[in-house]
């Protein structure tokens, strides 16, 4: 047997974060790949700053979710929040997976179709449904959640006019525990306000009661909130079974449920904190299983979850453009990204990776966008090696919101970046120019 050569031990100091009751996070390791991808090679092909997505990590994502829910309760089916992230190729892997289209505006509405959605697997929510967006989804036999009263007798004014028939949920606001409560949405469960907009479907000729729709919040922490929900919303659906002897097809629990970021001033990361995926799957349908519906009488489950299926498969990847010393002495680092790219950086302290190994050397420091607003603050504390310029850098979990959020004010928005299942990289956004921008613009005659 051929003897190993010896190879000279040698010590790697750690750069561990803080200590707490979970033990410590080591922080500060660069992220060279992403799915076997160069950092670099990315940004050096597409530019930076850019915006990176997973498609793997998205399909285990939703699979993943599918599964947690689907060994608990028999009928379950989600429904992709289009304004969580409305990129085409984003909307079309969760469609190839298997999920339904959940919108909120005429617009996403067209996207949905656009992508190739059947519109009896849409699913429209929403104050702000005009009368075309009702009448076009009351053709393609969509889901219409009600919002409010004056929608309520548009439709049945539309459905006589035009001798349609829509599917109609409601959407229903209630006390769960949470605070501030979302009532500004949907019909009040408590003051029976719900009750009387289903009675008002119920008695109506030319609209089909289908199901009861709620969505308690964002970001939610209360598996138990969750289950207050689906106890009222099983008491509604209980309650048009009794009294107009019509079985609902389906009780819609919304979305809310959290990614593992962390949220501005918690104590404890995100990924210490944040509750499971099965902890709300346990939540919500223990509830429905144990209300007394017969087996076959148990209605489908519908989920639009949209942030915890994909925050954690985009990444946003910058550059440093300078660093300096504030006044009060503190380090400050300027990256090439700022507010108007990452939305989400005003409620995450987003993890921050540099993309290269750097010293052993450590800061606190500040991150500052290059924006010229005193507001523009990536990160406010953050402990990081001494970066320099031209340094790259890697924000993880921002594949909600950050799309859709996003602004054009004194950059353009960058491009986007799609991993395929193979580690191919395929641009599924381009960057804005100059040329696109003024694209809309029209200079009155007197000032050509």
């Given at each position: ?280 799957a346990d939540a919500i349908t ?81 991150m500052f966008g290059p924006l ?77």
């Amino acid at each position: 047997m051929e003897k190993i050569r010896y190879e000279r031990p040698f010590i790697i100091k750690m750069n561990a974060g803080l200590m707490n009751k979970f033990g410590t996070q080591s922080v500060n390791e660069p992220v060279t790949h992403i799915e076997s991808v160069s950092v670099k090679g990315m940004l050096s092909e597409y530019g930076s700053p850019l915006f990176v997505i997973s498609e793997k990590q998205i399909r285990r994502n939703y699979q993943n979710a599918v599964r947690i829910f689907k060994t608990r309760y028999p009928k379950v089916q989600f429904a992709w929040s289009y304004k969580t992230n409305y990129m085409n190729a984003v909307c079309r892997i969760f469609h190839q997976e298997g999920s339904w289209a959940e919108v909120v505006s005429g617009f996403e509405y067209s996207k949905a179709l656009g992508n190739g959605v059947q519109g009896n697997k849409i699913i429209f929510n929403g104050p702000d449904k005009n009368d075309s967006d009702l009448i076009l989804a009351a053709q393609n036999n969509s889901l219409i959640h009600i919002d409010h009263y004056d929608e309520l007798y548009s439709l049945i004014r539309l459905s006589e006019e035009h001798g349609l028939k829509p599917r109609i949920a409601i959407r229903v606001n209630m006390d769960t525990g949470i605070y501030p409560k979302w009532d500004r949405f949907g019909f009040n469960f408590e003051n029976g306000q719900a009750w009387n907009a289903l009675t008002r479907i119920a008695n109506s000729d030319n609209l089909e009661l289908v199901g009861v729709h709620c969505h308690i919040g964002t970001f939610m922490l209360s598996p138990t909130a969750y289950a207050v929900a689906a106890r009222n919303l099983c008491e509604l659906a209980w309650g048009v079974k009794e009294r107009f002897g019509k079985m609902l097809q389906y009780i819609d629990l919304g979305g809310g449920f959290p990614s593992t970021n962390t949220l501005k001033g918690a104590y404890l990361p995100g990924t210490d904190t944040v509750p499971s995926i099965d902890q709300f799957a346990d939540a919500i349908t223990d509830v429905i299983l144990g209300y007394g519906f017969k087996h076959d009488e148990l209605p489908t489950l519908i989920l639009e979850s949209g942030r915890t299926l994909i925050d954690d498969a985009g990444y946003l990847l910058g550059t440093v453009l300078a660093t300096k010393r504030l006044s009060d002495g503190r380090r400050a680092t300027i990256l090439d990204f700022g507010l108007n790219s990452l939305f989400t950086s005003l409620w995450y302290d987003h993890k921050i990776s540099p993309a290269q190994k750097l010293g052993n050397q450590t800061e606190e420091m500040v991150m500052f966008g290059p924006l010229c607003m005193n507001i523009d603050v990536v990160r406010e504390s953050i402990t990081m090696p001494l970066l320099q310029k031209g340094d790259q850098v890697v924000v993880h979990k921002v594949g909600a919101y950050n799309m859709t959020q996003w602004m054009q004010f004194i950059t353009y928005r960058p491009p986007i970046v799609l991993i395929d299942n193979d580690n191919n990289t395929h641009i599924i956004r381009k960057g804005e120019d100059l040329k696109y921008m003024e694209e809309l613009e029209q200079i009155p005659e007197h000032l050509v």
